[in-house]
């Protein structure tokens, strides 16, 4: 007997087919696709943080149509390198790499950022929202609140690969299973020795040698000359460079800062006429990649690429590049930023000496305790010794000019607590200015690095008056300063809300900045410099301040053997004060400054102010008489013996700073 079929019965798939089909797709070579067209089907910018959010277009920035296409799966380049200035979409070229991985070419990748809460923010605000746009990845990673998924912020896991976000500043977040693509992002910012391994970049590097595929992606904008993995790295490979056709004559040339105008047009090198920007997006259109060397195309792209080539609409226009290369020739502050993230290129003078003997030839005519003119903010560094307090006294005033008011080295034993009121009553006292009007201490740091508790207790009833408890930080990526983390508990483990906060203080940051402005002090005129020191410093003053030279293998300040150093690091300590919120001289405008004037400097004709008064308007028979050697004060008194050694101190305690 047959049973007739229900005229409803759905007809089963056959298992052999199915379990066919997907070894088929399993084993079958997605079609080749460049990562720009890919980009070009499939990418979509987010609302969140895109100028232009909906479907990406390559021709908005051609220019990194060639730069994608090497990380192609066809493409034979192993390494590809981007010298950049910000806005011209380098780490948009990771993120659409990554993408393509993903959804097309997938295999084990890694992320690195300078430190590790970047890696986080990265994959948090950049990764996770086009993830969540574009079904083509959304369908390959699961989110990571899911238990089954396997992904959490670091790490994203999707058939056939994975890509972990990694620091850095983390050597455990570095060391992990063998990579076959590597995205490495700001490399300039990695520090030079990680955990006494090496340097991050190299280490990195090191997780893809089992792969002879692999793929290495270094975006990166510049920073010190000579101490810049960058540079290096760029100068490494075939050294591109995208020249545009002028408008006027066809002349081909790469564009260069000397040639825009001060009212934002760019001189033709061939022609000389003067270009209009709104002829940009054709020059971008028809520009082409150059390479110096050519013989090294095949396995290593470098490409360099500055703001002036920035697409129209999605960076800054030349007229505002002029506008701020201008400021930077009047604020010599901001010639630093100006040529790594405007010009993208490394910045001469970090790494190069300033001498002790010429920082003291630029000694002014007045003395220390004494407050000339323009010094209207006053700061204070500490640098706690084992036998002594090292106490910097800075004046600060517009563009962020400073004078040394004194540097003193007082008697005294940290760990006695009575010893501390030596240091408050010299602080406490007021300095009169040019004016009469007497200056009281705005803010100060005190270094906690070798008698962490002591410097707590002591500062802890001070933060009030503005002390704050600092702590070095050799992170070459650092912020001068930034914010202040809690450090008391109660007995329930719980933070104390007005317990002492602890600042960390970006020394590396701090010196570099300071360096290069004694460096460009030297071309300056006496009134124009950005640090004056008084005629009473004494040589040891100078051979501290300039007892550090900068480590290009390790990126970070490191003192010279045997020498002391504590003028350069109270220096730094007050600088940071100076930047702290309660005083914030960086973010000072002009009507800022100008009410500070007329209350600390109420006029010129003062009878207080005569011994300041310049010598050409009072004429050479009242002008004050130079500072001669006698007249200097007597020079602090020989240290004492070191006090009893705290037992709770490390071995190796003196070694530190």
């Known amino acids: 007997m047959t049973l007739d079929a229900h005229p409803h019965d759905v007809a089963l798939a056959d298992g052999a087919d199915i379990a066919t089909a997907s070894w088929s797709r399993g084993w079958t070579k997605p079609d080749p696709i460049t990562v720009s067209a890919w980009a070009d089907t499939y990418r979509v910018l987010p609302r969140e943080g895109a100028a232009e959010p909906g479907k990406w277009r390559t021709d908005r920035a051609p220019y990194l149509r060639e730069i994608m296409d090497c990380l192609s799966a066809e493409s034979t380049v192993r390494r590809i390198t981007i010298r950049k200035s910000t806005q011209v979409g380098g780490t948009e070229v990771g993120i659409n790499w990554l993408a393509y991985i993903v959804e097309h070419n997938p295999g084990p990748t890694m992320y690195v950022l300078p430190t590790l809460d970047m890696a986080r923010k990265f994959s948090e605000h950049r990764f996770a929202p086009i993830v969540e746009l574009m079904p083509c990845l959304r369908e390959r990673i699961g989110p990571a609140t899911s238990r089954t998924s396997g992904n959490t912020l670091l790490s994203k896991k999707f058939p056939a690969g994975m890509i972990i976000f990694s620091g850095a500043n983390s050597g455990n977040s570095l060391a992990t299973m063998p990579i076959k693509n590597l995205v490495l992002d700001e490399s300039s910012k990695y520090p030079g020795d990680l955990d006494d391994q090496g340097s991050a970049e190299e280490q990195a590097i090191r997780r893809t040698s089992t792969f002879t595929r692999r793929k290495i992606l270094d975006i990166s904008s510049p920073t010190v000359k000579d101490a810049c993995a960058i540079d290096r790295n760029y100068e490494a490979g075939d050294q591109s460079q995208l020249w545009l056709t002028c ?22 090198t061939g022609c000389g006429q003067l270009i209009a920007e709104h002829h940009k997006s054709a ?39 002029a506008d701020m290369r201008a400021a930077a020739r009047k604020d010599p502050a901001l010639l630093t930023t100006f040529t790594n993230t405007i010009l993208g290129e490394s910045y001469e003078g970090a790494s190069q000496k300033v ?69 408050w009553d010299y602080l406490a006292q ?71 906060n602890l600042w ?109 008064i310049d010598e050409k308007k ?29 037992p709770f101190a490390s071995a190796d305690w003196m070694t530190r700073r």
């Not at 006027?248 to 033709?268: K, M, P």
């Not at 002591?458 to 408890?469: K, L, T």
């Not at 009072?618 to 705290?646: C, I, S, W, Y």
Request: aromatic share 8%.
């Open 283 to 321: 020059m971008l259109a028809a520009g082409q990649w150059i390479a110096r060397h050519p013989e090294r195309s095949a396995l290593h792209r470098s490409f360099a690429v500055w703001a002036a080539y920035a697409p129209i609409g999605l960076g800054y226009t030349w007229q505002e590049i």
């Open 355 to 423: 001498e002790a003997s010429e920082l003291s030839q630029r000694a002014g005519k007045w003395v220390r305790r004494s407050i000339p003119r323009g010094a209207l903010i006053l700061t204070a560094g500490v640098d706690v010794q084992v036998n002594r307090f090292a106490v910097q006294l800075v004046a600060w005033g517009r563009n962020e000019q400073a004078w040394i008011i004194d540097y003193v080295e007082l008697p005294a034993d940290p760990t006695r607590i009575e010893d501390w009121g030596i240091l």
């Open 618 to 646: 009072t004429g050479p028979e009242k002008a004050r008489a130079p500072v001669e050697a006698a007249d200097l004060p007597v020079p602090p008194p020989t240290m004492p013996a070191a006090p009893r050694a705290n």
């Open 247 to 268: 408008p006027h004559c066809g002349e081909r040339q790469v564009l260069h800062i000397d040639q825009i105008t001060d009212d934002g047009h760019y001189l033709c």
């Open 430 to 500: 007021p300095i009169d200015n040019a004016c009469s009007v007497p200056l009281r201490i705005a803010a100060g740091c005190v270094d906690s690095g070798n008698w962490t508790q002591e410097v707590y207790t002591a500062v802890r009833p001070m933060q009030a008056q503005g002390y704050m408890a600092i702590k070095g930080s050799k992170d070459a990526a650092r912020p001068i300063i930034g914010r202040a983390s809690k450090q008391d508990a109660d007995k329930r483990g719980r933070t104390v809300r007005k317990g002492i």
């Open 504 to 612: 960390l203080i970006g020394v590396n940051t701090a010196k570099t900045t300071l360096m290069q402005r004694l460096l460009g002090d030297a071309d300056r005129a006496e009134e124009s410099r950005l640090i004056h020191f008084p005629a009473d410093l004494g040589d040891d003053y100078y051979a501290m301040l300039t007892a550090e030279r900068f480590d290009l293998t390790a990126k970070r300040w490191v003192k010279k053997s045997g020498a002391r150093n504590e003028s350069l690091d109270t220096l730094v300590y007050a600088y940071a004060a100076a930047l702290s919120p309660q005083v914030r001289i960086h973010l000072k405008r002009d009507a800022d400054w100008a009410t500070l004037e007329a209350k600390l400097e109420p006029g010129t004709d003062d009878l207080f102010v005569a011994r300041f």
